[in-house]
T-cell receptor, first 112, second 113 residues
Framework: QKEVEQNSGPLSVPEGAIASLNCTYS??????FFWYRQYSGKSPELIMS????GDKEDGRFTAQLNKASQYVSLLIRDSQPSDSATYLC????????????FGAGTRLAVHP | DAEITQSPRHKITETGRQVTLACHQT?????MFWYRQDLGHGLRLIHY???????NKGEVSDGYSVSRSNTEDLPLTLESAASSQTSVYFC????????????FGPGTRLTVL
């Protein structure tokens, strides 16, 4: 069973701090990794994708991938109350042919 | 702008009834997916399609069916609705040969009484 694991949270951080969200996956052959943000009652929204080891930055967001450790993370700098949401990690499994496996999500709460 | 829409947005039905949820995308994506989302389970794949006339079962396909007669639409049918199928249903699509990025519709909240 190919799995994607996330801490369910809630992760509580003060406004302006760095939020660090983590995800591990079991399929060593996975090639594509995604972070989705989901506000309560809304659909998942793609915010970051990463395909190679290292860091990828986009504005206040940085995705980090370590395939050897089967670990992907999302850092949110200067966290804002509007970042409060559930963050879903998604992984494209080997032989998955465009399918994604989702983690259950980490709830982030940014308090003023 | 290209988009993906779902209808209805909310549906209440009774046990045993047949229900069809619509999904329509204007991205011209070949790949389309149906997920259900339940508390504590995250998104679970129900059915998916890689193109017209192609359909495949996901991890939680029992009691559901899909058909793909054109590129734009992938309706999801609950043959005989059960209370265990009360959930939020999301449709998603992605391009073939791309990087697997999936884009989601707004969701349908289904309640089976």
């Amino acid at each position: 069973q190919k799995e994607v694991e996330q801490n369910s949270g809630p992760l509580s951080v003060p406004e302006g701090a760095i939020a660090s969200l983590n995800c591990t996956y079991s399929d060593r052959g996975s090639q594509s990794f995604f972070w989705y943000r989901q506000y309560s009652g809304k659909s998942p929204e793609l915010i970051m994708s990463i395909y190679s080891n290292g860091d990828k930055e986009d504005g206040r967001f940085t995705a980090q991938l370590n395939k050897a450790s089967q670990y992907v993370s999302l850092l949110i700098r200067d966290s804002q109350p509007s970042d409060s949401a559930t963050y879903l990690c998604a992984v494209s499994p080997s032989g998955g042919y465009n399918k994604l496996i989702f983690g259950a999500g980490t709830r982030l709460a940014v308090h003023p | 702008d290209a988009e993906i829409t779902q209808s209805p947005r909310h549906k209440i039905t009774e046990t045993g009834r047949q229900v069809t949820l619509a999904c329509h995308q204007t991205w011209n994506h070949n790949n389309m997916f149906w997920y259900r989302q339940d508390l504590g389970h995250g998104l679970r794949l129900i059915h998916y399609s890689y193109g017209v006339q192609d359909t495949n079962k996901g991890e939680v396909s029992d009691g559901y069916s899909v058909s793909r007669s054109n590129t734009e639409d992938l309706p999801l049918t609950l043959e005989s609705a059960a209370s265990s199928q009360t959930s939020v249903y999301f449709c998603a699509s992605s391009a073939s040969g791309g990087d697997n990025e999936q884009f989601f519709g707004p969701g349908t909240r289904l309640t089976v009484l």
